[in-house]
């Protein structure tokens, strides 16, 4: 199995929502990351989780706030977002941040109205 | 961001022709995937290579890793329309925590 799941699939919200999205993966995967991806390029790195803390963040603006509160869940909690942060957001696992196979889940289609 | 060199950026073929895309870097990489995305959906790793040199197949698929570790290539043989999407590489380093993508090639099969 190598699923990961988020939730939910499409989001629409207004610049004064707060939201959160969720990924859950039940692979034992000790690293966890989230992606944004505009259309027709490639995922573009957010954060990384570590054995459930931050290890990196992309220099992402702070309307953007991650959380891991267990090895299998990651949220994104998502508050006064600009139109521009319009986008696919990915999460994705792997076993540990060593290296080895990413797997990403299906994606949340968010839009900022 | 750092971004790896694919082609090309985007292919129309027939059904039935293989298809041959490959990424460059002037970086050494430890790992190279190969994912394909369909419109809306995630990345769905196709092929994992860990060694320079390695050659592996999955179905139509076969992909290999550069001898110097910069570079890989993926092939698809006799396409099918529901190879039609968007092929990222991507390469993991030492450092190994991220992933660096490259452009991605979008493919379209003419039935």
């Known amino acids: 199995d190598t699923e990961v799941t988020q939730t939910p699939k499409h989001l629409v919200m207004g610049m004064t929502n707060k939201k959160s999205l969720k990924c859950e993966q039940h692979m034992g995967h000790r690293a966890m990351y989230w992606y944004k991806q505009k259309a027709k390029k490639p995922p573009e790195l957010m954060f990384v989780y570590s054995y459930e803390k931050l290890s990196i963040n992309e220099s992402v603006p702070s309307r953007f706030s991650p959380e891991c509160p267990n090895s299998s869940l990651l949220n994104l909690h998502l508050h006064a977002l600009q139109p521009e942060d319009s986008a696919l957001y990915l999460c994705?696992?792997?076993?540990?941040?060593?290296?080895?196979?990413?797997?990403f889940g299906p994606g949340t289609r968010l839009t900022v109205t | 961001g750092q971004q790896l060199n694919q082609s090309p950026q985007s292919m129309f073929i027939q059904e039935g022709e293989d298809v041959s895309m490959n990424c460059t870097s002037s970086s050494i990489f430890n790992t190279w995937l190969w994912y394909k995305q369909d419109p809306g959906e995630g990345p769905v790793l196709l092929i994992a290579l860990y060694k320079a040199g390695e050659l592996t197949s999955n179905g139509r698929l076969t992909a290999q890793f550069g001898i110097t570790r910069k570079d890989s290539f993926l092939n698809i043989s006799a396409s099918i329309p529901s190879d039609v999407g968007i092929y990222f590489c991507a390469g993991n380093n030492n450092a190994g925590n991220m992933l660096t993508f490259g452009g991605g090639t979008r493919l379209m099969v003419k039935p």
């Open positions: 994705a696992s792997r076993l540990d941040v060593g290296g080895g196979e990413q797997y």
